[in-house]
């Protein structure tokens, strides 16, 4: 007999059968078990005809107007339950980024509170949607991370949602600053014997430990992490007017010029990701301090384009959460 365990789940596009469809295509295989979406779940079924949670007059039926998480044993090796909530949260984060709302598990809801439901967005239920299988050990493993990065998606406050994602990169951001670091020392060290091991061999070393400390300050963080984990110039489109006028001043890019595909030297190249990292940084700080403790940069993003800039954001966090994935034991957060 096999083995199944349905959880509840929910989206922010609540009652959209085109999400729910979207959702179902997707098969997660591990070892001896497989994680999918469910419509109308059968153990959930269960449970409400049991606690008579229902109401046939209403044409609410047991298991109605819910969309479960189900993970299907192959055969009789069981994970614990530990395992199985860690499966479950990889596969909630990867299902959120892949059809771009939160998926987050829910809850059993009461009867009354179904029959005030409101119709379906959408009636797509002949459309056919063919399986894609994905192995479940290529789904990142950093849980903190992935769980910041779905209620990122899930929190309708856009201020909110900026520091979900500003904190996945204040959490990945030390590891970048050290990687690069030890490859500078690395490359010192590796030099051929024949360089002289002198005052300024050993000085070159101090001066990287030196700016390795200079490089954990939050604004120098975040220029880091930019550089190495993130394409600016595409994200420049969600970047407020005022403020990209700020850069186009400050680098001598003109009015008319497509600063997304403008060729930069290496000068306003960098000049161009330590102001990103202004905004982000600055805006960060707008949002988390007191308005009577808080000095104004001139880079903060203005309270109206937040939601437009959490697009960025997003991208960003995604590719922080990439980057740590691909990193040996010993760097990866």
């Given amino acids: 007999m096999q083995h199944i365990r349905q959880t509840v789940i929910d989206t922010t596009k609540h009652g ?10 997707y098969v997660y295989v591990g070892q001896n078990f497989e994680v999918n979406v469910v419509n109308n779940p059968f153990l959930v079924g269960l449970y409400n005809a049991k606690e008579i949670n229902c109401d046939d007059n209403y044409m609410i ?16 090796s069981r994970l614990t339950k530990q395992e199985e909530d860690l499966v479950i949260r990889r596969v909630l ?11 987050f598990v829910s ?17 797509v239920s002949s459309v056919h949607i063919t399986k894609t299988t994905i192995d479940i050990n290529t789904l990142p493993k950093s849980i903190e991370m992935l769980d910041l990065y779905r209620q990122a998606k899930e929190i309708l406050d856009s201020k909110l949602a900026f520091l979900h994602y500003y904190k996945i990169i204040e959490y990945v951001s030390p590891a970048v600053a050290k990687k690069k670091a030890i490859e500078k020392i690395t490359i010192q060290i590796n030099q051929p014997s024949t360089v002289a091991r002198d005052y300024h061999y050993m000085n070159t070393i101090l001066n990287i430990a030196s700016q390795y400390r200079d490089d954990q300050k939050d604004d120098s963080l975040m220029k880091i992490v930019i550089e190495e984990c993130l394409d600016v110039k595409p994200e420049l489109i969600h970047i407020p007017d005022s403020l990209i006028k700020q850069i186009r001043n400050n680098i001598g890019i003109a009015e008319g010029v497509d600063l997304t595909a403008v060729l930069l030297d290496d000068n306003k190249e960098s000049s ?12 960060r700080n707008s949002i988390v301090h007191a308005k009577s403790n808080y000095i104004e940069t001139g880079w903060e993003c203005p309270k109206d384009s937040l939601p437009e800039l959490n697009k960025m954001m997003d991208t960003f966090a995604l590719k922080m959460i990439e980057w740590n994935e691909a990193q040996p034991e010993n760097i990866k957060v």
Avoid: F, M, R
């Fill in 16 to 25: 959209s059968e085109y999400i729910a469809l979207l959702l179902s295509k």
């Fill in 61 to 76: 039926w047991p298991c109605s107007g819910y969309l479960a998480i189900e993970l299907k044993y192959l055969n009789d």
């Fill in 93 to 103: 984060y990867d299902l959120t980024q892949k059809v771009g709302v939160a998926v």
């Fill in 107 to 123: 809850e059993i809801l009461d009867v009354n509170e179904l029959a005030d439901e409101a119709e379906l967005e959408y009636s």
């Fill in 272 to 283: 161009l990701i330590k102001q990103v990292a202004s905004i982000i940084y600055s805006t």
